[in-house]
T-cell receptor, first 113, second 114 residues
Framework: SQQGEEDPQALSIQEGENATMNCSYKTSINNLQWYRQNSGRGLVHLILIRSNEREKHSGRLRVTLDTSKKSSSLLITASRAADTASYFCATGIRGSTLGRLYFGRGTQLTVWP | GAVVSQHPSRVICKSGTSVKIECRSLDFQATTMFWYRQFPKQSLMLMATSNEGSKATYEQGVEKDKFLINHASLTLSTLTVTSAHPEDSSFYIC??????????FGSGTRLTVV
């Protein structure tokens, strides 16, 4: 499978703490994206990092990409209860149809007030 | 920004009936659309890729006769679950891409077959 694998599968933290989620993948990519999904809802695009980038920031989000290790991490700083959701990484595979994404299994983040 | 409208958001149908899910790009022309399926607490699995005016390409293990995909225009793709059974109950999400290289997701359809 070309899907990414996130770890941990579940993460439970207190408000104000930082949350770190990791994603590993198997093949060469054009880009890696992180999405958020609230229970039973659609996907919200958080951030996209291209294969030639190593780090990206967006508000409280920080994403890193290490193509040599085929891994990425998503850091949410100063977490809030509203951050509770499932987070998925998705890879755009090099040579694949543009827009075709391979999703990881996701990390369920719970932030306690 | 690019918006994809997906309808219905929820549908309950009886076993043996067919259900059609629509995915419509509102302010752009979607050259390619993708259909994903998600079981509870699991990842999104790509079912098929559809290009306007041509047959959809199905992923391995996806029954093309059961999941009919039609992409008749640059703004509309439909997924029809034929002769639905309880095991087809799932969350279905579409996404659409456009020439500039971006893509966006619909809000998903929760299908329950009783």
């Amino acid at each position: 499978s070309q899907q990414g694998e996130e770890d941990p599968q579940a993460l439970s933290i207190q408000e104000g703490e930082n949350a770190t989620m990791n994603c590993s993948y198997k093949t060469s990519i054009n880009n890696l994206q992180w999405y958020r999904q609230n229970s039973g809802r659609g996907l919200v695009h958080l951030i996209l990092i291209r294969s030639n980038e190593r780090e990206k920031h967006s508000g409280r989000l920080r994403v890193t990409l290490d193509t040599s290790k085929k891994s990425s991490s998503l850091l949410i700083t100063a977490s809030r209860a509203a951050d509770t959701a499932s987070y998925f990484c998705a890879t755009g595979i090099r040579g694949s149809t543009l827009g075709r994404l391979y999703f990881g299994r996701g990390t369920q983040l719970t932030v306690w007030p | 920004g690019a918006v994809v409208s997906q309808h219905p958001s929820r549908v309950i149908c009886k076993s043996g009936t067919s259900v059609k899910i629509e995915c419509r790009s509102l302010d752009f022309q979607a050259t390619t659309m993708f259909w994903y399926r998600q079981f509870p607490k699991q990842s999104l699995m790509l079912m098929a890729t559809s290009n306007e005016g041509s047959k959809a390409t199905y992923e391995q293990g996806v029954e093309k006769d059961k999941f009919l995909i039609n992409h008749a225009s640059l703004t509309l793709s439909t997924l029809t679950v034929t002769s639905a059974h309880p095991e087809d109950s799932s969350f279905y999400i579409c996404s659409a891409s456009w020439e500039a290289g971006g893509y966006t997701f619909g809000s998903g359809t929760r299908l329950t077959v009783v």
